[in-house]
């Protein structure tokens, strides 16, 4: 889905959310689910598709923080937002 970004995304506001990427250990469906839910608090996770039950920590493949721009209210983009760890500066990720 495109949106136009009727104002300039300088006053565009943003938000982050940290995600986790995972897989289910017994059938490999891919999930993606909020990283303090998934990793910080060791949820339990039950898989859709085959009714497993397991660790998401265990087969954590990726996570990364989303940078949303919102104006009026609404999503107008979504970028991929790496804060190094020694210089706590944010880059955008290189795919």
């Given at each position: 889905?495109?949106?136009?970004?009727?104002?300039?995304?300088?006053?565009?506001?943003?938000?982050?959310?940290?995600?986790?990427?995972?897989?289910?250990?017994?059938?490999?469906?891919?999930?993606?689910?909020?990283a303090w839910y998934?990793?910080?608090?060791?949820?339990?996770?039950?898989?859709?598709?085959?009714?497993?039950?397991?660790?998401?920590?265990?087969?954590?493949?990726?996570?990364?923080?989303?940078?949303?721009?919102?104006?009026?209210?609404?999503?107008?983009?979504?970028?991929?937002?790496?804060?190094?760890?020694?210089?706590?500066?944010?880059?955008?990720?290189?795919?």
């Amino acid at each position: 889905m495109s949106r136009e970004l009727n104002e300039s995304s300088e006053s565009a506001e943003k938000a982050w959310l940290d995600v986790a990427i995972f897989r289910c250990p017994s059938c490999g469906r891919l999930y993606a689910e909020a990283a303090w839910y998934a990793v910080e608090l060791e949820a339990s996770i039950e898989c859709g598709t085959c009714g497993a039950e397991f660790c998401p920590s265990d087969t954590l493949l990726d996570r990364v923080m989303l940078e949303f721009e919102v104006s009026g209210g609404r999503v107008v983009n979504v970028s991929i937002v790496e804060v190094p760890e020694a210089e706590g500066e944010g880059s955008t990720r290189e795919n």
